[in-house]
């Protein structure tokens, strides 16, 4: 028995586990994650866009031979925006309602384009009051409006 003794080493405890680099698991975890943060960004982008389309869309189908009748259909697209995206501006009217429209925009409305937007919802349809620069003027306007709060 003597004779082993010498040959007798002591035990290596094996090196202990790495942290870096992680497995191929974790790597597809962080991509998933990745991808679908970027998926909901786009999604997020595409409803953004599709809102100001839709609202677009409605301007130009605004009808064009009645000035009155068609400025009632901007105010309408103004304020089912402001139901969305401003409820505490839904109920004004006048000149309330037209000095929150241009403190949210750039490019305010003025004159005779403000007051046909204010007065058009209690203007007779066949008032001869507003022309058609007016409403071009409103137009305008509220193609940037749309462009600015969507």
């Known amino acids: ?9 002591d035990i290596h405890l094996p090196d202990g586990v790495s942290v870096w680099p992680p497995a191929y698991g974790w790597y597809v975890i962080l991509l ?4 679908i943060f970027l998926l909901y960004e786009l999604y997020r982008l595409w409803r953004r866009k599709s809102k100001k389309l839709y609202a677009l869309r409605l301007l130009a189908q605004a009808n064009n031979f009645e000035v009155v009748a068609a400025a009632r259909q ?3 697209i103004l304020r089912r925006i402001c139901i969305f995206k401003y409820p505490e501006a839904a ?7 037209i000095d929150f429209l241009n ?3 750039k ?17 007779s349809v066949k008032s001869t009051r507003f022309n058609a620069e007016d409403l071009e003027e409103l137009r305008r306007f509220c193609q ?3 462009g600015e709060n969507l």
């Open 103 to 105: 403190s949210h925009t």
């Open 74 to 76: 901007m105010s309408e």
């Open 1 to 9: 028995m003597d004779n082993n003794l010498p040959e007798l080493r």
């Open 32 to 35: 998933s994650v990745i991808g």
């Open 91 to 97: 109920a004004l009217f006048g000149k309330p309602w």
């Open 144 to 146: 940037n409006w749309i």
């Open 107 to 123: 490019m305010p409305v003025t004159g005779q384009a403000a007051l046909l937007l204010s007065d058009a919802p209690y203007v």
